[in-house]
């Protein structure tokens, strides 16, 4: 039936996490499904590292087809896996899996979506790029940057440089809350989730802003950039992005990128 070995029943997906009750996800895949005509189901799994490693047995054996995994488990879900792709080898981390034959394979879908959201809003493509954070945010949106000219900025130095080692990436380091003159900001923090704002000077001296942070609220970076007339990628078009390509991944169909958005903004009102 499909690329990942549905049953007659239809695809079986889930998303794993803890905490993973707020997960948009099943929303947005069920409105993909739904809209393609694809028999299946999308539900939400809160599982600890047990729980994954059944969920992953689960994939392997065909009673899952596939499985998005979100915090705190992608580091996990690249270890647990049959089959790593080179972006996942690099960054250490999945949160897509699917089922090959018998094999669990592993993506990481947040790199595509890093790029497909730069692209539908227009950010700069040249002049440099200074990324927030040295966690799996960051370090997806390095992977999908990494042509360009990288600034790294993070609380702790230490963390900024393992970042890089372990990417193999060539990167500057930026003292963290200095803005770096025409970059476009990349926030790879949790910073803004909670109604935090980022360190001043960041966003009056920046190209663009490519906010990846999402919450039940918008974070204040979002409208600041926008009242500058600045080119803007946020949260919600970056979780579309990289849930496009692992539906792709499980179906071999193109993603309906209209009803997906649409499940997004559903859950925003």
């Known amino acids: ?34 809209h393609l005509g694809i028999a299946g189901t999308y539900t939400a799994r809160r599982v600890d590292a047990a729980g994954m490693a059944a969920a992953v047995a689960e994939v392997r054996s065909g009673e899952l087809d ?9 580091r996990l879900a690249a270890e647990l896996a049959d089959e790593r792709d080179d972006v996942v080898r690099r960054a250490g981390a999945a949160n897509t ?32 790029v200074l990324v927030l954070g040295a966690g799996g945010a960051a370090a997806a949106a390095l992977l999908a940057l990494e042509a360009r000219d990288l600034w790294l900025a993070a609380r702790r130095p230490g963390a900024a440089t393992e970042l890089l080692r372990r990417l193999a990436l060539t990167a500057s380091i930026q003292p963290w809350g200095t803005p770096l003159d025409g ?19 960041l966003i009056e001296a920046s190209s663009g802003l490519f906010e990846m942070a999402y919450g039940a ?24 992005a990289q849930a496009m390509a692992s539906f792709e991944i499980w179906t071999g169909r193109k993603a309906p990128e209209a009803p ?7 859950g925003n009102s």
């Open 66 to 74: 596939g499985a998005n995994v979100t915090m705190p488990h992608k």
């Open 183 to 201: 970059a476009v900001v990349v926030n790879a923090t949790p910073i803004g989730m909670q109604g935090e704002h980022l360190p001043g000077g």
């Open 217 to 240: 609220h918008e974070p204040p970076s979002v409208p600041a950039a926008r009242r500058a007339g600045l080119p803007v990628a946020d949260g919600p078009s970056m979780l579309l």
């Open 97 to 128: 899996l699917v089922r090959r034959g018998g094999r669990v394979g592993a993506h990481l879908t947040d790199v595509d979506g890093v790029a497909t959201a730069w692209r539908w809003a227009e950010l700069p493509s040249d002049g440099p």
């Open 260 to 266: 997906m958005r649409q499940a997004i903004r559903a």
């Open 1 to 34: 039936m499909t690329a990942a070995g549905g049953r007659e029943q239809g695809l079986r997906l889930v998303v794993l996490g803890d905490p993973v009750a707020h997960s948009r996800s099943p929303a947005i895949h069920q409105a993909a499904l739904d």
